[in-house]
């Protein structure tokens, strides 16, 4: 909905000053608020995504409680979730355990 507006803002703009540059100006507004998500998204999945090994242990890490809790919030809020520091810390000392290959995919540590 958000974006939305933006481009109904734009679509007016646009046709008040009779610039189809104005356009333009709703992508740069969304990604100005929201690119660092999208950024962060990129780099997860041309990581994650490299290999079938890989795409396997991510999924499995999807299954973790503090995974969809963050997920979950970065999606509705459309920002990085930073609130809550302690999920942050078992998600990352679990992704190392799954990176080091010291649990198999398909359990959650």
Excluded at 12 to 40: C, E
Excluded at 72 to 89: F, G, I, Q, S
Aim: net charge positive.
């Amino acid at each position: 909905m958000i974006c939305g507006q933006m481009v109904a803002s734009a679509v007016v703009q646009s046709l008040l000053t009779d610039d189809a540059r104005s356009l333009a100006q709703a992508r740069k507004a969304f990604m100005a608020a929201h690119g660092r998500v999208f950024w962060v998204l990129g780099v997860m999945q041309s990581f994650w995504y490299s290999s079938d090994k890989r795409r396997e242990r991510f999924t499995t890490m999807c299954g973790d409680r503090d995974v969809q809790r963050l997920t979950w919030e970065a999606y509705m809020n459309k920002k990085l979730v930073r609130a809550h520091p302690a999920a942050h810390l078992r998600i990352f000392m679990k992704d190392m355990a799954h990176l080091l290959g010291l649990v198999s995919p398909g359990r959650v540590p």
